[in-house]
């Protein structure tokens, strides 16, 4: 016989704060506030084996590390407070994992994008000399000035010359609208994530009409072991 206890019910629908989906898995689109510096922390899986008689062992794989980063929401409205509360009650605390963008602009767009592109060229900053790819920068958050999200694969990128780079995205799913460069609000990176914590704090400064708070902590463990 298996006993649960049963502390709140969810009467927010989760759907709703997840119109954008990359690869079947939800995109938060919550842009974090960064009027302060957002932590960023690499740690280490270590695990301590200890009967009490020996010295203890420590077993560290070396291939296990993750980094952990914490982003800040202050907002005010019940609608806002609201669509917080979904997102979390989704998450499940550390249960279920969610694209999560750094909001960041992290590429620059420095030529058009035309109608069924596979690629766009962006400002050199080093992606493909240092094999980005390979350590787990291959999606793109793109967000545009009129609100629009679109989502990328990177496949592939070259270096053009020294001021210019081309990334290769999605053959399957290509730009399906001509995009200028002025149109682009930014272009970020995202990972697969999931919260480092199982409870959350959320601070009604006066009430849930006013200020709220909140500040949670991704952990991202790589794309093999999400």
Request: charged share 20%.
């Amino acid at each position: 016989t298996v006993r649960f206890t049963l502390e709140s019910n969810n009467k927010h629908a989760f759907e709703s704060v997840f119109p954008v989906m990359h690869n079947a898995v939800p995109v938060l689109t919550l842009r974090p506030d960064d009027s302060e510096d957002l932590t960023f922390t690499y740690r280490q899986q270590m695990q301590m084996v200890d009967n009490g008689l020996s010295v203890p062992y420590f077993i560290n794989p070396p291939d296990a590390t993750y980094h952990t980063e914490a982003y800040r929401w202050a907002f005010k409205g019940l609608v806002k407070n609201n669509d917080l509360r979904k997102y979390l009650y989704y998450l499940r605390g550390r249960n279920r994992a969610v694209w999560v963008p750094t909001f960041m602009d992290d590429f620059t767009l420095v030529a058009p994008i035309t109608n069924g592109a596979t690629s766009l060229t962006v400002r050199n900053v080093g992606y493909t000399l240092r094999g980005a790819r390979e350590l787990g920068r291959d999606a793109l958050f793109i967000q545009l000035l009129n609100g629009t999200i679109l989502t990328k694969s990177i496949v592939s990128s070259a270096v053009i010359d020294a001021n210019s780079e081309l990334i290769g995205v999605d053959l399957s799913a290509p730009f399906t609208a001509d995009i200028a460069v002025a149109d682009i609000r930014s272009i970020s990176f995202m990972a697969l994530g999931r919260l480092d914590q199982d409870g959350v704090e959320i601070e009604h400064v006066t009430d849930t009409e006013g200020l709220t708070k909140s500040v949670v902590v991704w952990r991202f463990p790589g794309p093999t072991a999400i």
